[in-house]
């Protein structure tokens, strides 16, 4: 399976803003349904945010980053981006980008199910 990569996570402070990159070289994202998930120690991985495939893509957010979080494609650099805003001490986490590669329904899937292709992780830290 193609390999994905994770950049832009670090430490920042409460209220701070960060970004989240997925990259796939040599392979097109734009076909795939695409997900950002993360885990907290000590808890389940969780779904944050996923993005269709389709044209005008739709979008998908768990209540918890709901109106903080922002998903999206750059078709051009076929990535796909995390902007993370507000950020408090509870989206502390690895958070890992994810890809749907099977997935063949029209939608932006939540569910850790829908997806088969993983990113190493990177590591987001909230505090002050």
């Known amino acids: 399976q193609p390999h994905l990569e994770e950049f832009g996570g670090g430490l920042v402070q409460p209220g701070e803003s960060l970004r989240l990159t997925c990259a796939s070289p040599?392979?097109?994202?734009?076909?795939?349904?695409m997900g950002w998930f993360r885990q907290a120690t000590g808890k389940e991985r969780e779904g944050v945010a996923s993005?269709?495939?389709?044209?005008?893509?739709?979008?998908t957010y768990a209540d918890s980053v709901k109106g903080r979080f922002t998903i999206s494609r750059d078709y051009a650099a076929n990535t796909v981006s995390l902007q993370m805003s507000g950020l408090t001490p509870a989206d502390t986490a690895v958070y890992y980008c994810?890809?749907?590669?099977?997935?063949?329904?029209?939608?932006?899937?939540?569910?850790?199910?829908?997806?088969?292709?993983w990113g190493q992780g990177i590591q987001v830290t909230v505090s002050s």
């Open positions: 994810a890809a749907a590669w099977a997935y063949n329904k029209v939608g932006a899937p939540l569910g850790a199910d829908d997806y088969d292709g």
């Open positions: 040599g392979f097109s994202l734009r076909h795939y349904a």
């Open positions: 993005i269709s495939s389709e044209s005008g893509p739709t979008t």
